[in-house]
T-cell receptor, first 116, second 113 residues
């Protein structure tokens, strides 16, 4: 079956530091890949997505590249802010052709804390 | 445009009782998915509805059920509650069957005592 593995947290950084959160996946074909962010007391917000190999998703200074050869979708940001403190989830949606478009498989989440 | 709304936001129930949670998707969205979030198991898919039909079901016991109405609003029901059902239940909506983006609501925090 499909699975997503994220680097274990928590991750603690100082403001303006470089961020990498690793994400690897197991799936057949070419799934779509996503990063979601969850702020305290809130639901999940879509941060960025990539729907085919070598796609780069980007939003709010965050980037992730869909690497089929390494089955990875690592999240990066060049300079984090205190306001980026949240839980980050990597997720996949099965490849097109099935009936599982609404079923996301999530990683376990990575807690990020950024200090001033 | 209003986002996904879930009611109630917080709920406390006793073991053995049943509970119904409600989700109103974004206007125009026809797909609703439900997820359970716990510290131990993380985010797990419960089921998805599209145009009042269940399209997918996750690996949960039959005590967990759901439905979708003609206006796309959805409810999920958990019968014979167990302590392990304590969780944040998240609802997400999508515009169409093949839409990529899922928009999540704030969740319903269920505590079973």
């Amino acid at each position: 079956g499909n699975s997503v593995t994220q680097m274990e947290g928590p991750v603690t950084l100082s403001e303006e530091a470089f961020l990498t959160i690793n994400c690897t996946y197991t799936a057949t074909g070419y799934p779509s890949l996503f990063w979601y962010v969850q702020y305290p007391g809130e639901g999940l917000q879509l941060l960025l997505k990539a729907t085919k190999a070598d796609d780069k998703g980007s939003n709010k200074g965050f980037e992730a590249t869909y690497r089929k050869e390494t089955t990875s979708f690592h999240l990066e940001k060049g300079s984090v802010q205190v306001s980026d403190s949240a839980v980050y989830f990597c997720a996949l949606r099965p490849a097109a052709g099935g009936t599982s478009y609404g079923k996301l498989t999530f990683g376990q989440g990575t807690i990020l804390t950024v200090h001033p | 445009k209003a986002g996904v709304t879930q009611t109630p936001r917080y709920l406390i129930k006793t073991r053995g009782q049943q509970v119904t949670l409600s989700c109103s998707p974004i206007s125009g969205h026809r797909s609703v998915s439900w997820y359970q979030q716990t510290p131990g198991q993380g985010l797990q898919f419960l089921f998805e509805y599209f145009s009042e039909t269940q399209r997918n079901k996750g690996n949960f016991p039959g005590r967990f059920s759901g439905r979708q109405f003609s206006n796309s609003r959805s409810e999920m029901n958990v019968s014979t509650l167990e302590l392990g059902d304590s969780a944040l239940y998240l609802c997400a909506s999508r515009r169409g069957e093949r839409s990529y983006e899922q928009y999540f609501g704030p969740g319903t925090r269920l505590t079973v005592t």
